[in-house]
């Protein structure tokens, strides 16, 4: 179990767990069918929350108090997950997939993200629940394609082209700029349709113009596949390169926006309003400069009112105008990000949206700095028609700042943390992600870290100092 997952005491059990592999598996077994036809016809909504990474949901405080009693909430994940029991009981049945024949991290668009597994859960549920009462909820980027195309075949609610505007970025920069939303200029270069690298360098030149540039996948989230370009040479060979590339993708190239990086996190509520939960912004390095030049990443989390009282003015205005565009599907979670090109201003530049929960980097200091499950709030935003987000009983409001070193080429000689425990004020938690003599590759994904660092301040003073000497005086020792 992580060593920054505040695990809260929650209550109920779930389904057989095959440990053997030499066990037969199939996706549902004679107890599951039993127990998901008993659900579907004694309960209102029944709530199939979906997981693609092995861990179980780290934090779902405030699930079994919330949760309707005409409700049913059923957890899939991967049959490898980490167990969090106490998490576990606040569902009513656990089913385990298999997805060992699932690639993503070597992929460069989530089009090709395939989970098996999940389309025969699809029409499994569908002829044990009514579909009328199914909620089918996903949680993570890399099932957001298979999950809205399992919606779509079984006659559920969010389909494919309701997410392409979020998920695609050439059309995500075309619906900001109908809207009047800033959004950096965007050429969009059809790899898997345009193979004339002549055509496709003058495009880039005649639209953008300027370096440095950043090159992204059109559908892809993590930073996967990023590159910043800063000459006409450098920008001349990696046309060349993609465009004979084994498996040709489509891209984005963008200009460079000089700004502080945020997000914000907006829960779309079951009565079409939506509601501000969380927001954060990094302080120094950006995600691409940790994925391409491995700086640590460093995420300050703010309570929203302190945020647009303070260093974001008007950035609800902004959330509401980007959700006003975009026409999600409700309930979700909308995760907005852009750049503030002045800091102390509102001026805003949209930069990606995600139509899921925040990632594991700003989820980690969420509930210190909102008071709110993010996990939590999704699923009950599903369960409840008439919820509305509260803070859990007995928050405090903490200085909570995660910082997190990526992969670096080479081997871990060492845990080295006993110096920042020296030389820190702040109260400080260390989790080591990989173990010492493994040896690594540099950084394909922003979730490719070495260490994570959860620092717990007085003030946001002593928070500003404690990161500055981690980042100029620390680093993993890594030879």
Known sequence: MSVLSDLCPVASTGSFRPEDPALPYA???PNDRKVLAELGESKKVV???VRAKNVFFEDVRGLAEGKPENAALVAVVPRTCLRIEENEKVFDWIIYYDNSGCVYRELKTTNHVSYPELHKLGQELVELIPKEKIQLIHTEERTITELCRIRERHGLQAYPKDVDGMCRKELLAKIAQNSEIPVAKTVFLEFTQIHDTTQLLNKVKLEIGAFPMFAKPNRMSGSAGIAKITTIEQLE?????RSTD???VDYVIQ???EGKHFGVTVLLLPDGTSEVLFVYHLLGSTAQETILKGKPLVVAGLNPAAAFNGKFPNLDKFSQKVVNAFQPVFPQILFIQGFQLTPGADQYVLNELNYRPNGDRSMTV???SCGISLYTALILAHLDPHYQPKTYPGWKPQTATLIAYPFRRGVLRSHNDESLRENVRSNCMVEWCQKPGVHMTNPLHISDMLVKILLYSKTERDRDADVEWI?????????
């Open 27 to 29: 996706l549902l077994g």
């Open 47 to 49: 709530g199939i929350v």
């Open 237 to 241: 060979k990696w046309i060349v390169e």
């Open 246 to 248: 084994e498996v040709p």
């Open 255 to 257: 200009e460079f926006v």
């Open 366 to 368: 969420s509930y210190h």
């Open 471 to 479: 980042c100029s005086e620390w680093n993993p020792d890594v030879v």
